[in-house]
């Protein structure tokens, strides 16, 4: 779908297990060359490469691709991407070691599917880091901007010419479970997007595309929603001290307003997140 011009939003669905569905947005940039924003599960150069078709462009076309952060569903086709078209990869400074070593990364984050999702490891060409412009055309051009939370090392990139950001996991979305390593990393890097001038399109990974007015209301919503959050899973602890984590798990799930969701196994770390 196109966002914009020269943006275009291709939807990838998943399974984490059998019950539990997912999908994440990527983006592609468009000009003399192309660009990728993340690369989705493993396997999906295929799908990437089909829309690329209908629009009238080639898979090999791709010059680069920018990760946003080391997750499975966010880099699982980016070796299979650079071996075809030899493209450069970009990714966070703090999250290379995940990515250029998945077995690290399932080591350390163990998840359902993983292998299967994340595919293989590549190798990192350039870093990305606050304010690190990489400019690979003229009209092109992607600031990198930190916004840690969902993970240690996530980066969003503005795509500066449109007037478009595009963040990754960094905001969730309002009708699912949060997934957040730092509640207050979380917070802080909304809110360095909230700052963030003249945005016109906000493209996350886990929501719709928001335009115009739209995209600081869904920054502050997202804000309030994780303080929120916070502040449900420290008062969980102190009335419910005798609880199991299961058991103040739908607690909060409850008082959120989320007990029509399944549990995604990530939510614990969550949880975790906002206690420490």
Not at 117 to 123: D, K, M, P, Q
Not at 241 to 265: C, F
């Amino acid at each position: 779908m196109e966002i914009c011009n020269n943006v275009h939003q291709i939807r990838i669905n998943f399974n984490v297990t059998d019950k539990i569905e997912r999908y994440v947005y990527i983006y592609l940039i468009t000009g003399r060359r192309c660009y990728l924003i993340d690369t989705g599960t493993a396997g999906c150069e295929a799908k990437i490469g089909r829309y690329m078709e209908g629009i009238g462009r080639r898979l090999e076309e791709v010059a680069a691709v920018f990760l946003t952060h080391a997750h499975p569903d966010h880099i699982g086709s980016a070796a299979a991407l650079k071996r075809i078209t030899g493209c450069k990869v970009y990714a966070p400074e703090k999250e290379k070691a995940w990515i250029e070593n998945i077995d690290l990364q399932f080591k350390e984050r163990p998840i359902p599917n993983f292998y299967a999702l994340a595919g293989e490891s590549v190798s990192v060409d350039e870093a990305a880091w606050q304010g690190h412009i990489i400019s690979p055309e003229p009209d092109v051009t992607l600031r990198a901007v930190e916004t840690p939370g969902h993970s240690a090392g996530s980066v969003s990139y503005v795509f500066e010419e449109e007037q478009v950001i595009f963040t990754g996991d960094t905001v969730p979305a309002p009708d699912d479970l949060p997934i957040i390593t730092d509640v207050r990393e979380s917070i802080q890097s909304i809110q360095k997007l909230r700052t963030q001038e003249h945005i016109q399109y906000l493209c996350p990974a886990w929501d719709r595309v928001y335009e115009g007015r739209e995209t600081k209301k869904v920054l502050d919503r997202s804000g309030e929603l994780l303080d929120r959050l916070r502040q449900c899973v420290i008062q969980t602890q102190k009335r419910y001290p005798g609880r199991t984590a299961a058991e103040k798990t739908e607690l909060i799930k409850a008082d959120m307003g989320w007990g029509h969701l399944d549990s995604n196994p990530l939510f614990a770390a969550s949880i975790k997140a906002c206690i420490e």
